[in-house]
């Protein structure tokens, strides 16, 4: 296997819990909204676009929360 693809749906306020990715990943967001990143160096609004995928480098460690007020998904590939 070559990539591990995953669909996430989280609800108005929840989030993944502290993680660290194994390797490098692409996010594509089925919807238009806004996620929280939080990081060890701060907060951050990522505010989406449905089909606008951005990529992240393995090994930093985060937290996402929805930020809407409505149930937000979106489609993580991570690259073996």
């Given at each position: 296997m070559r990539a591990i693809i995953t669909e996430w749906r989280f609800s108005p306020g929840a989030e993944t819990g502290w993680h660290k990715?194994?390797?490098?990943?692409i996010v594509v967001p089925s919807m238009e909204g806004k996620l929280l990143i939080?990081?060890?160096?701060?907060?951050?609004?990522?505010?989406?676009?449905?089909?606008?995928?951005?990529?992240?480098s393995a090994g930093v460690e985060h937290d996402v929360v929805n930020a809407n007020?409505?149930?937000?998904?979106?489609?993580?590939i991570e690259l073996k």
């Open positions: 990715h194994g390797y490098d990943y939080e990081t060890s160096e701060g907060e951050n609004v990522a505010e989406l676009e449905a089909g606008q995928s951005y990529y992240r007020d409505y149930e937000f998904s979106f489609v993580e």
